[in-house]
């Protein structure tokens, strides 16, 4: 099912390992486009900052997209899902088949490990999808625990790791590859609602939309949005981590390009606590006196996780003002929090800082990296106050 601004490509598709997989060309809707496109092929895509928040719920239309290769054409009645590796025996699954499990519902917030890469640059260049502070979103997911799947596979003894594997084809200069990636076993086998891995066929009530992986994807609750891998093809039990790029070299946090700086770093998981100010926006014109600021704070991704307190301030730091918190108090989930402020003339900017129930806070800064990761410094607004 295609929305207005996925739109298909006539041509020859790619060649990858699965015949019912042809890929598209995605673009965005001149007419009424619901978010800022940094790149069309791949599609990536964030929504301003105002319509991301009008709501606890993130709408499907205002959700940002991260994709590194063009959305694949699947024909759900032939798609198949793979289990294999260390299992007592290995599967293919149907969409039928999945659902025959006993499927779940949960919320939780997706966001990129480049969410406010943009901020990297004012120290120096970055490399990525220069993400302003909306690759983030929050979601009902509905499907089936990843657990329940593995267990009916048979998990053998000394597993380590389960591999994550798209349908998608990754152009790279060693070749086409699926995007992929991996969890620990353990993760992968937590079967707690609220924090669970899911096999997710649903977004909002809806069917995924190519966008967001239909027909199927990962939700890895608490985790950057590359290990919640769209498309997804094929999972693999292991004892070790995937093998695939974009865990075992990409997605990490290093100051230099070079292969031991590579090697030494380890892979992302967990995200961190982050946070940003959504309204007004940036560089506005406000009359001085009370003004509403409205906005987002994540708390880090560890299990009955919530955020604690949002701080504002509007004298570089020196005094802070607590911002309200909304009714939703969720583990892997946003919250929504809002003020009321009072900018005096000389008013350069607002500054945000966020704590959450794990002790964990936003740094007053956050050192440059190559890849522009995990940017969680204290958010800072400019304002131009009249």
């Known amino acids: 099912m295609l929305n207005r601004r996925t739109l298909l490509m006539a041509g020859s598709s790619l060649t990858i390992s699965h015949p019912f997989v042809k890929t598209l060309s995605v673009f965005a809707d001149p007419l009424n486009p619901p978010l800022k496109y940094h790149s069309h092929d791949p599609a990536n895509g964030e929504p301003s900052l105002a319509s991301l928040i009008r709501s606890y719920i993130t709408p ?8 590194h290769a063009r959305n694949p054409k699947i024909n759900a009645t032939s798609y198949r899902l793979r289990v294999e590796g260390m299992v007592e025996q290995p599967l293919s699954i149907s969409l039928a088949d999945l659902k025959k499990f006993s499927e779940i519902a949960l919320v939780a917030t997706l966001t990129c490990a480049g ?3 943009s901020e990297f640059s004012k120290d120096k260049k970055i490399n990525g999808v220069p993400w302003g502070s909306a690759a983030i ?12 799947v593995l267990n009916l596979a048979g998990v053998k003894p000394g597993a380590r790791h389960v591999w994550l594997e ?3 084809a990754v152009k790279r200069d060693a070749g086409t590859i699926p995007f992929g990636g991996s969890i620990p076993i353990e993760k992968a086998l937590d079967s707690r609602t609220t924090g669970a891995a899911l096999l997710a066929t649903q977004m909002n009530n809806k069917p995924l939309t190519p966008d967001h992986g239909f027909p199927l994807r990962a939700v890895i609750p608490g ?5 919640s ?9 292991s004892d070790r981590p995937s093998t695939n790029h974009y865990l075992a070299s990409a997605y990490k946090l290093v100051q230099a390009p070079d292969p031991l700086s590579w090697n030494e770093a380890g892979a992302l998981y967990r995200y961190p ?3 940003a100010i959504c309204v007004p926006e940036n560089n506005a014109i406000i009359s001085a006196g009370k003004t ?3 906005g987002y704070a994540l708390p880090s991704g560890r299990a009955d996780c919530k955020i604690k307190s949002v701080l504002l301030s509007t004298d570089s730091g020196r005094t802070w003002q607590q911002a309200n918190l909304e009714k939703q108090q969720n583990s892997f989930c946003w919250q929504l929090w809002d003020a009321q402020l009072n900018l005096l003339p000389g008013t350069k900017s607002i500054i945000l800082r966020a704590e959450d129930t794990s002790g964990a806070w936003m740094p007053q800064r956050v050192a440059w990296n190559y890849k522009g990761y995990f940017q969680n410094g204290w958010y800072r607004l400019p304002v131009n106050i009249r």
Do not use: T
């Open 166 to 168: 798209g349908l998608d």
């Open 60 to 67: 499907i239309e205002n959700f940002f997209i991260r994709s």
């Open 229 to 237: 891998v769209k498309w997804l093809g094929k999972i693999v039990v």
């Open 223 to 227: 985790y950057i949005g590359a290990r």
């Open 137 to 148: 979103g929050n979601a009902v997911w509905r499907g089936v625990h990843l657990s329940d």
């Open 115 to 117: 969410n406010r890469r």
């Open 292 to 294: 509403r600021v409205r």
């Open 273 to 275: 606590i982050n946070g």
